[in-house]
């Protein structure tokens, strides 16, 4: 066989050679085994078509996987709850079919939105009812923590715009529906669509990642205790309205995620997959390995042929039914290991990438990454791996898994690290540039500076570990300055400035975030007495011309412009010429762009000579100091620069710059 080119790209890799042609190896016959046996990977993951409810010209069509099961009855309200009237058939494999015939009239067996359920008699003889396993659409009723499931069938959307162009590199606005409003109460897909779409493409995000989409009983949990796969979260409004919204967001030419929770499911059992068929063991492994301890949640067993089913189905049921344009992994880093990256630093080098690795469940995340690629060619995958599995954002070809690209982890953690145990005089330059630029090879990355993750109850945003209680007082522009907040919204724009600088190839924000959201994330629940006022999002304070949070807001939109017209996150140059760890200075190239920035709390330096490549004249394209920013204005932006061609810090060229304390500069080539 010959050499996969993951290899021949890394020596290091030598010594796990057979492991890597193993594990493609093993893909390439599951593969060839499910196309033997079911046509095709993509007719293999048309389950939907075959399980759960299917309409037909003379009835419905309904089927479910219940190994366990000895018989099953659908009842519901179109049978007045009757647990006897309308037996399933046994069919081959555990699968249990009903055909309900249309009534006289010709109207449905079952009426739009009636609340239905599977009733089952175990082998053993106990009897219990279910939520049907591929159902399309659950109700929660109000002061109810239970789901329930209802019969959909709102017909074919008429979308009205085609999928829009792959985005060059992906700039994602991460949302939350729910926390859509500042309002204290839980949004809708509608007044997402009207009201936070429009200001996304005008800040110059082109991607939107909607968490929670994936229907949950918990609230709280953030979306990511799953308890009914392939229906969108009824809380937020109908099916057609979740498709109304995409439909919008790609008329304005955005790329819609979503974050699709595979690595885990909700223990639920009244309402979830959780103990389906009676036992503990149909969708997921038995005992132990099937339990996640930390997150109290069900783990599925990748081998299983309808495990695989389900899960490959979901993804393609998501992608066609909705039209989203790709999908963020969560929790890969669990999914990979048997140890689920629970109390591992992942320090022992590469042996870690083949020791405790979980094969069913990096089987699964090769055949999906295939899968969706198949399906939709330029659709985008992203994978939440804290690990930095090797392989992981290769071509499945090349020896990879086949995403497109990885979450860079690290650097969220770091700045949250430096914002809570050191004073930003005491920053280590190396390390900062170390953490932002610590990436596999051709292996694409999504930096952030803060996620949902980092404003979870118990911790707080980047704005806030910055300014914290003085944003409740000294965020007015006519107010006299306050040196917490001149500090704190200085450091907030060089943070996310460097951070989509050099940090990776793309670039996630959470909703809110870009303005400096204040204070923390906190979903209503008991222990706040089910208060609403944190799980929401403060447009008012960035709509309030007498504040400074629009000052963080049109740095923000000013970095996703300069990105857009310089391409600096697709550039392959990406150059540190400088960590200056006394004069808290990093300099460095990405794309066409110089970048120099100056951490130093106190000091400006005026003719600090940096290296550069290019000769030319150069101008400021960016400067975080401007008074629309909310900064001094040291900086005249007008000024030319001059480079010399006396060679410094390993680059051909020389230049002098001002650059103030605690200020960020972007230059470019002036434009003849």
């Not at 659409?137 to 715009?161: C, F, M, N, P, T």
């Not at 969220?412 to 914002?419: A, C, G, M, N, Q």
């Not at 051709?442 to 979870?456: F, G, N, P, R, V």
């Not at 900086?635 to 200020?663: A, L």
């Amino acid at each position: 066989m010959s050499q996969l080119e993951i290899i021949r790209d890394d020596p290091y890799l030598a010594p796990f050679a057979d492991a890597i042609h193993a594990r493609y190896q093993h893909y390439r016959n599951v593969k060839r085994q499910i196309s033997t046996q079911e046509e095709s990977l993509e007719q293999f993951a048309k389950g939907y078509e075959r399980f759960g409810f299917n309409k037909i010209p003379t009835g419905i069509v309904y089927r479910e996987w219940i190994p366990n099961a000895k018989a099953a009855f659908l009842t519901g309200d179109f049978n007045n709850w009757s647990r006897s009237s309308h037996p399933m058939q046994a069919a081959e494999f555990g699968v249990f079919e009903l055909f309900l015939p249309n009534n006289e009239d010709g109207s449905a067996p079952i009426p739009q939105d009636s609340k239905i359920k599977l009733h089952i008699v175990a082998k053993d003889g106990h009897s219990f009812d279910r939520i049907p396993a591929w159902i399309r659409r659950v109700i929660q009723e109000k002061d109810s923590h239970v789901l329930e499931a209802v019969y959909w069938d709102g017909g074919e959307y008429k979308w009205k715009y085609p999928r829009p162009p792959k985005p060059k590199a992906p700039r994602i606005y991460e949302s939350h529906i729910g926390m859509g409003t500042h309002e204290e109460k839980i949004g809708t897909y509608t007044e997402f669509k009207n009201k936070v779409l429009p200001m996304i493409k005008d800040l110059g995000y082109n991607c939107i990642q909607l968490m929670a989409i994936m229907e949950h009983a918990y609230y709280a949990s953030f979306g990511y205790q799953v308890t009914n796969f392939f229906a969108a979260s009824s809380r937020y409004g109908t099916p057609e309205e979740l498709k109304d919204l995409i439909d919008e967001a790609h008329r304005l030419g955005l790329y819609v995620f979503l974050d699709i929770v595979h690595s885990h499911a909700s223990k639920n059992v009244l309402d979830g997959l959780n103990q389906f068929d009676g036992t503990d063991h149909c969708y997921f492994h038995e005992g132990g390995r099937g339990y996640h301890d930390l997150w109290d949640s069900r783990l599925f067993n990748y081998g299983h042929w309808e495990v695989q089913r389900f899960l490959l189905s979901n993804v393609r049921w998501w992608l066609e039914e909705y039209r989203f344009d790709g999908f963020r992994f969560d929790g890969v880093t669990s999914m990979l290991y048997h140890h689920h990256g629970l109390a591992t630093a992942f320090s022992r080098g590469y042996i870690e990438y083949f020791d405790n690795v979980d094969t069913e469940a990096l089987l699964y995340l090769t055949l999906v990454n295939d899968l969706v690629h198949t399906l939709v060619p330029d659709a985008i995958t992203i994978a939440e791996d804290v690990s930095g599995f090797v392989g992981l954002c290769r071509p499945i070809e090349e020896g990879g898994v086949g995403f497109d690209y990885r979450l860079a982890m690290a650097i969220p953690d770091e700045w949250i690290k430096l914002l809570k145990s050191e004073k930003d005089e005491d920053w280590n330059m190396g390390k900062i540039t170390f953490t932002l630029m610590n990436r596999r090879w051709k292996e694409a990355t999504i930096a952030y500076a803060e996620s949902h993750d980092q404003a979870l109850v118990g911790d707080k945003t980047l704005a806030f570990w910055l300014m914290d209680k003085e944003m409740y007082h000294h965020m007015s522009v006519i107010q006299p300055r306050h040196p917490v907040i001149d500090r704190g919204i200085a450091l907030h724009k060089m943070i996310r400035l460097i951070t989509i600088g050099l940090g990776g190839e793309g670039y996630l924000n959470f909703m809110g975030n870009e303005f400096g959201h204040p204070e923390w994330i906190d979903f209503p629940r008991i222990g706040n007495n089910n208060s609403y006022h944190y799980a929401r999002r403060r447009w008012d304070l960035v709509q309030d011309l007498l504040l400074k949070y629009k000052n963080l807001q049109r740095f923000d939109k000013k970095m996703m412009e300069l990105e857009e017209k310089y391409h600096f996150l697709t550039s392959p140059h990406n150059y540190v010429t400088l960590s200056h760890e006394g004069d808290k200075v990093i300099v460095f190239e990405r794309g066409p762009l110089l970048f120099v920035f100056n951490f130093h709390p106190e000091k400006s330096y005026t003719d600090y000579l940096v290296g550069i490549e290019e000769p030319g004249v150069y101008k400021v394209v960016l400067n975080s100091d401007e008074e629309e920013f909310d900064g001094f204005s040291r900086v005249n932006n007008d000024v030319k620069y001059f480079t010399h061609p006396n060679p410094w810090q390993n680059r051909k060229n020389s230049m002098m710059v001002y650059i103030p304390c605690r200020t960020a500069l972007v230059f470019a080539k002036r434009e003849h």
